[in-house]
């Protein structure tokens, strides 16, 4: 069982109505919505993909309820509201994202007793996204190393200050590179060789997530490029989780890193061609991963 | 006790961000919430006022049981969900309004028995606002004719074809000038003719609603022009439902015409200096009641 585990989760809400006209009174056509969060789409991606999941988050009462209708999941009702995130489809998108709202006072602890609990059934365990306020941002990090204490892989997908405190955990971590720059404090020059001083300083595997760039990934010396498929496109919402899927999954079998690298890239590439996240599409994926091209880069193979 | 009817509630959401650009991602700061609907709001400034009410309509259940905690109400259950009103106030303010939510089959009958059994405790029932969808168009009318076998009082505040099936009912109808308008089949013309006209048509009060310039009543025959304090500014959203608080009450309490017409003008004037629907300023009230003209304008007077 691969536990996701989400600290921020969001309702997704997509209005559509003919025109957006800043000042002006609207009447929408259609809404719809979406339990989401990274570490939801993640989980969702999993479940597609036949792999045994339990999602673990915070959330308010509602969101744990509906979303253990739809997937293996216990979100303990820590939060005061679940924030959205509102898009309005219109001639173009405007998104409007809600600030998550206040975490309980120990919901950090409880949660840890939770995967505390489940931490002997878990063949990995995968943390994606920002963190609610009041979250303590040492959250992942302590995490990682309750998996660690386990024998359990885990992969952090963090920005900013809870990608900052999980250096150093050994944990996968998945900067994209922004943060990898931002980690390193300068500008990210030749991405090689920052993965490279970003895994040395972290003392774990780091793989830097590039869109539709693909993959450069540094464990432990050895590293690789991973290049997607050529001229996918589509809604690149989601495609990251998606990927983390992949290198979820991979860790959790003990597969090899070339094969890992090769499915994160055609699972987050399959991801692109749904309208919506947290859904690959299984024939592209087929497709794509015959065509992802990995390249080992560290001097080993010069 | 004064009876509020809601039939098409909503969540009157508000977002705060500095700018809002439409094609692109905006984080809002604050988001603000409030359990609203236009009878909603008749039942808030009623509570105000101090006036015994009960708030019934149709809602889901987060919706019913959120707003018995702020007011004295049953929401049956009926609909899917409750539909969101969003305002994003940025440099200005634009508006997206969701469409309400099918109610379930039935939900006029149950909603009706929970009338049958209340109506023996009311002093006058108001309906106020648009009917979800799947709600039957002469509910209100209906509602109307219980409220009438009984001996109780109704105003119902409704528009299109609701306020249409409600004609010839005798209740107190209370349309606004494009609704009144659309009644007639014509171009307003002369408000008093108009509203003469209509009286006539449907045998019973008919209320003219003109926003800032007041209200234009005819009662069996004798008319009433009724003049707001002059220079009230502010946010007129909810300055309507105020005012219909004001003729329920009257209703309720068998006030003579003239003075329910001052009350309605002066609490809509009073409502318009808040910033949100539902609230009254009461020194502004004591203020604006002193201030409100009302004239006879049938011609028994001229």
Redesign the interface.
């Known amino acids: 069982m691969i536990i996701t585990v989400t600290l921020n989760p969001a309702i997704d809400v997509t ?1 559509r ?1 003919p025109g ?12 719809t919505s979406r339990l989401g969060g990274k570490g939801v789409n993640v989980a969702r991606v999993l479940h597609q993909l036949g792999e045994p999941i339990h999602a673990v988050g915070l959330a308010d009462h ?1 969101f744990g309820e509906a979303l253990a209708r739809e997937l293996p999941a216990t979100f303990l009702p820590e939060l005061e509201e679940v ?1 959205r995130t ?1 898009v ?1 489809v ?10 998550g709202r206040q975490a309980a006072v120990g919901a950090d602890l409880r949660l840890l007793d939770l995967l505390a609990e489940q931490i002997a059934d878990a063949a990995a365990i995968i943390v994606s996204g920002s963190l609610a306020p009041g979250v303590p941002i040492d959250l992942p990090a302590r995490i990682a190393q309750l998996a660690a204490a386990a024998g359990v892989p885990v992969l952090l997908d963090l920005d900013d200050a809870a990608l900052a405190a999980a250096v150093g955990t050994g944990a996968v971590l998945t900067p994209n590179e922004d943060e990898a720059a931002r980690l390193l404090g300068r500008p990210l020059g030749d991405p090689a060789v920052a993965v490279a001083e970003l895994a040395a300083r972290h003392g774990g595997p780091v793989v830097l997530t590039r869109g539709h760039r693909g993959l450069i990934a540094n464990v432990g010396g050895m590293a690789w490029e991973v290049r997607p498929p050529a001229g996918v496109s589509g809604n690149p919402t989601g495609a990251g989780d998606a990927s983390a899927a992949g290198l979820a999954r991979g860790l959790a079998n003990g597969t090899p890193w070339p094969e890992i690298l090769a499915d994160a890239a055609a699972l987050g590439a399959a991801a692109v061609v749904m309208p919506v996240a947290g859904e690959i599409d299984p024939d592209a994926y087929k497709t794509f991963l015959a065509e992802v091209r990995v390249r080992r880069i560290d001097h080993e193979e010069d």
């Open positions: 209005y109505l957006l006209t800043v000042g002006e009174v609207h009447r929408v056509a259609e809404v509602d924030r509102l309005v219109a001639d173009s998108t405007t998104s409007l994202w809600e600030p």
